[in-house]
């Protein structure tokens, strides 16, 4: 549907910043950063589904520590993609770092 291919679009436009980001960032950022990309993939590679929660929770972990980088001259660009990748995946997820009652009542 017309709704997918925009989703699929922004993730591609979202793994091509996230490819050039990643040249910037400390290597313990990379390493989430890239476990990200690589869960995104492995999404990709199966047949199509929706995303599954252990993707999320992977995009999730890779913001964390990117966040936590204090400064790195990918830091704002990873930052942005992995929240779009995360928005065009998971367009119905509460925000990352909800605490679960909030994250039921958004729902």
Excluded: Q
């Excluded at 913001?63 to 779009?84: F, K, M, P, Q, Y």
Aim: aromatic share 2%.
């Amino acid at each position: 549907s017309r709704i997918d291919a925009l989703a699929a679009l922004r993730v591609g436009m979202n793994l091509v910043s996230l490819r050039r980001a990643r040249h910037g960032l400390p290597p313990g950022a990379v390493a989430a950063l890239d476990a990200a990309l690589d869960a995104v993939a492995e999404h990709y590679e199966r047949p199509r589904g929706p995303a599954c929660a252990s993707l999320l929770a992977v995009i999730d972990a890779a913001l964390l520590a990117i966040g936590a980088v204090d400064t790195a001259e990918g830091r704002r660009e990873a930052l942005l993609g992995l929240a779009g990748l995360r928005r065009a995946l998971f367009p119905g997820a509460p925000p990352a770092g909800a605490p679960p009652l909030l994250a039921r009542e958004a729902a």
